[in-house]
């Protein structure tokens, strides 16, 4: 695994950096044997440390987990537990959904467009502005697998194909918690 670890305003030291790394190693093993790469950021703010981790396991899949301490190492302690509980209900998850054997599998590319609410780009509409336009390719799956992938990643949405109708679909995080699910062959 190709990790990377950085500090913000704050010298990470080789005690540190080792501790990182065992602690990482030990929780990812135990769920996936290779995962692709991680980034691991110690940052010092004001009375307290965060440390925010994001592990590449596999295509498209990516968890983030974040947590704050005032103690370093309580903090990343904090951290990779939440990650193995992520990669834990992840491969538990993989483990009893039973894909459809050898289906075909067809990905979209449509354009993933990012906004931000900069004043000074406004028209005088006030209408945001497009930051960003990059190539995302839409999955298909089932619901439940993009649910999983939501939960996993720990996004707001997640559009793919839906496996059963061949339509565009999305799941999405709502503000009391639960997750939402839009599928326009239903409102038909």
């Not at 030990?26 to 980034?39: R, S």
């Not at 960003?132 to 993009?146: D, G, Q, R, W, Y």
């Not at 679909?169 to 409102?187: E, K, T």
């Amino acid at each position: 695994m190709q990790l990377t670890i950085s500090g913000k305003n704050l010298n990470i030291g080789d005690s540190l950096r080792d501790y990182i790394r065992q602690s990482l190693n030990n929780t990812t093993e135990k769920y996936f044997h290779n995962p692709i790469e991680a980034t691991v950021i110690v940052s010092k703010e004001s009375s307290h440390f965060r440390c925010d981790m994001s592990i590449h396991i596999g295509k498209g899949i990516v968890i983030r987990c974040h947590a704050m301490d005032d103690d370093p190492y309580v903090c990343i302690d904090l951290t990779v537990e939440k990650v193995g509980k992520t990669l834990r209900r992840h491969k538990n998850r993989l483990r009893d959904h039973h894909k459809p054997e050898a289906e075909s599998i067809e990905e979209t590319t449509i354009k993933q467009v990012v906004y931000s609410g900069d004043e000074s780009d406004h028209d005088s509409t006030n209408n945001p502005i497009v930051i960003a336009e990059m190539a995302t390719k839409i999955l298909p799956m089932t619901v439940s697998e993009a649910i999983m992938r939501l939960d996993i990643t720990d996004q707001q949405l997640l559009m793919f194909k839906n496996n059963a109708n061949g339509q565009l679909n999305v799941v999405f995080r709502r503000q009391d918690g639960n997750i939402g699910w839009i599928d326009p062959s239903l409102a038909r």
